[in-house]
């Protein structure tokens, strides 16, 4: 499985940014996906969660600003990032795998919220 993210930047406190991951390779269309980002000197946190039916979950920091989405037919998963604040600044890495599982990660993507 390989997962490919895209969509980081840099963006002023209050913006927005749209982050996509594309995935290839066996059974990517039953897998849950997710978001989870490490900021400098934190450790990786879960940001959101998707199962295969669109069940969703989040983070207490992300809720009602972030929100995550998939196409299965195309293998895509995507994190919609609204109201971004500073402390939202970390590399985001997508991840996939069976619920219990997600064990297949991404190289991370950068973004950084500038105040």
């Known amino acids: 499985v390989q997962l490919v993210e895209s969509g980081g930047g840099s963006v002023q406190s209050g913006g927005s940014l749209r982050l996509s991951c594309a995935a290839s390779?066996?059974?990517?269309?039953?897998?849950?996906m997710g978001w989870h980002r490490q900021a400098p000197g934190k450790q990786r946190e879960l940001v959101a969660a998707?199962?295969?039916?669109?069940?969703?979950k989040y983070a207490d920091s992300v809720k009602g600003r972030f929100t995550i989405s998939r196409v299965n037919a195309e293998n895509m998963v995507y994190l919609e990032m609204n109201s971004l604040k500073s402390e939202d600044t970390a590399v985001y890495y997508c991840?996939?795998?069976?619920?219990?599982?997600?064990?297949?990660w991404g190289k991370g993507t950068l973004v950084t919220v500038s105040s």
């Open positions: 991840n996939a795998g069976p619920e219990y599982a997600m064990d297949y």
């Open positions: 390779g066996d059974f990517v269309g039953i897998y849950a």
């Open positions: 998707i199962s295969t039916s669109g069940t969703t």
